[in-house]
């Protein structure tokens, strides 16, 4: 009997040692990211690793993601039909958490929690008129939470037009400060994480196009041989650090000659002798406009008008330009012979 009772006591032991040994073979778990970006259009990878066999039923299950490139959010088959990986996009928005579950047939449920965060594809404001050579801050979008840190990076890029081509700036920072401002550009701002790059819209910042300004006086019909009274408004925009001015008059169909160089008319300009034409030259860098032109006709008094008397009067004039009595009549003895 106590032989017996020992060979039982073996066999029961060996049984267990069997037992425990199956069990712990017959496992599975689920790998992959724990720690994502939201969004983009590739998926993270997860793997299901362990002792299935290719008949084994599963069935996956995902929360707060979408599995591409299928959709949905669960999948079912035998390990032989579907696979043992699959691919999630996880969902944008407010919430940090997402859970992949995985059911097998054979061995059971497991599951995989995983922390996300959403970086805002944002870029404000849309767009910005700013000076020449000052600078203009673009504001990028960044992620809604630091439950974890996930591997992502930031690219500036800049191009000529909406539709670009764009090139790295080289900057990898979330905002983009450009200085000086030296010319319109359209910028966006890529996000790169999982293999792939998700951008932003596009934004402008833009330098306004040079305004030459304008020139206006309330009476055009003046006295012979006074000063028009003329206001303005200066010059703006351009691709220049500063504008330069000139204001031009031409008298009695005369050439355009200059008279003063500031934004407001020059207090030291000739005297209106005659039918005058009077506009403002702007010039910024290689870029020349000229504002709208006046014309002033003058008035006479008894003192400015020639007598009526039978007479002849000769001018010989030594300087070029003159081409109107009106003219001839203010130029010194010196400039003129008259006879």
């Given at each position: 009997?106590?032989?017996?009772?020992?060979?039982?006591?073996?066999?029961?032991?060996?049984?267990?040692?069997?037992?425990?040994?199956?069990?712990?073979?017959?496992?599975?778990?689920?790998?992959?990211?724990?720690?994502v970006?939201?969004?983009?259009?590739?998926?993270?990878?997860y793997?299901?690793?362990?002792?299935?066999?290719?008949?084994?039923?599963?069935?996956?299950?995902?929360t707060?993601?979408?599995?591409?490139?299928?959709?949905?959010?669960?999948?079912?088959?035998?390990?032989?039909?579907?696979?043992?990986?699959?691919?999630?996009i996880?969902?944008?928005?407010?919430?940090?958490?997402?859970?992949?579950?995985?059911y097998?047939?054979?061995?059971?449920?497991?599951?995989?929690?995983?922390t996300?965060?959403?970086?805002?594809?944002?870029?404000?404001?849309?767009?910005?008129?700013?000076?020449?050579?000052?600078?203009?801050?673009?504001?990028?979008?960044?992620?809604?939470?630091?439950a974890?840190?996930?591997?992502?990076?930031?690219?500036?890029?800049?191009?000529?037009?909406?539709?670009?081509?764009f090139?790295?700036?080289?900057?990898?920072?979330?905002?983009?400060?450009?200085?000086?401002?030296q010319?319109?550009?359209?910028?966006?701002?890529?996000?790169?994480?999982?293999?792939?790059?998700?951008?932003?819209?596009v934004?402008?910042?833009?330098?306004?196009?040079?305004?030459?300004?304008?020139?206006?006086?309330?009476?055009?019909?003046?006295?012979?041989?006074?000063?028009?009274?003329?206001?303005?408004?200066?010059?703006?925009?351009?691709?220049?650090s500063?504008l330069?001015?000139?204001?031009?008059?031409?008298?009695?169909?005369?050439?355009?000659?200059?008279?003063?160089?500031?934004?407001a008319?020059?207090?030291?300009?000739?005297?209106?002798?005659?039918?005058?034409?009077?506009?403002?030259?702007?010039?910024?860098?290689?870029?020349?406009?000229?504002?709208?032109?006046?014309v002033?006709?003058?008035?006479?008094?008894s003192?400015?008008?020639?007598t009526?008397?039978?007479?002849?009067?000769?001018?010989?004039?030594?300087?070029?330009?003159?081409?109107?009595?009106?003219?001839?009549?203010?130029?010194?003895?010196?400039n003129?012979?008259?006879?």
């Amino acid at each position: 009997m106590k032989r017996a009772y020992t060979y039982r006591v073996i066999l029961v032991l060996a049984f267990g040692m069997l037992a425990a040994n199956w069990c712990a073979a017959q496992t599975f778990s689920i790998s992959g990211s724990t720690c994502v970006v939201a969004g983009g259009t590739l998926g993270y990878v997860y793997t299901l690793s362990g002792s299935y066999q290719s008949t084994d039923n599963l069935t996956w299950t995902v929360t707060g993601g979408t599995i591409t490139p299928s959709g949905g959010t669960s999948k079912s088959g035998t390990v032989a039909q579907i696979g043992i990986q699959l691919k999630v996009i996880w969902d944008v928005g407010t919430s940090t958490s997402g859970t992949i579950q995985c059911y097998d047939s054979r061995l059971g449920t497991k599951s995989l929690s995983v922390t996300k965060i959403t970086i805002a594809t944002t870029a404000t404001p849309s767009s910005q008129s700013v000076g020449y050579g000052t600078s203009a801050t673009i504001t990028g979008g960044g992620p809604n939470s630091s439950a974890c840190s996930p591997a992502y990076s930031f690219r500036w890029e800049s191009g000529p037009t909406s539709s670009g081509p764009f090139n790295s700036l080289g900057v990898t920072s979330q905002n983009l400060t450009v200085s000086p401002v030296q010319q319109s550009a359209y910028y966006r701002r890529g996000t790169s994480f999982n293999g792939e790059t998700v951008y932003t819209p596009v934004v402008s910042i833009s330098v306004p196009p040079l305004n030459p300004g304008s020139i206006s006086a309330s009476v055009t019909s003046i006295a012979y041989n006074t000063q028009p009274s003329i206001t303005q408004t200066a010059g703006s925009g351009g691709s220049c650090s500063s504008l330069t001015y000139e204001w031009q008059q031409s008298v009695e169909g005369s050439p355009w000659r200059a008279i003063g160089a500031s934004a407001a008319y020059p207090s030291g300009a000739p005297a209106v002798i005659g039918t005058t034409r009077i506009r403002r030259k702007v010039t910024c860098g290689n870029q020349v406009l000229f504002t709208n032109e006046l014309v002033f006709t003058t008035t006479y008094t008894s003192a400015n008008k020639e007598t009526s008397q039978n007479y002849i009067r000769t001018n010989d004039i030594w300087m070029p330009g003159i081409n109107s009595f009106a003219q001839a009549d203010q130029l010194s003895i010196g400039n003129k012979q008259q006879t």
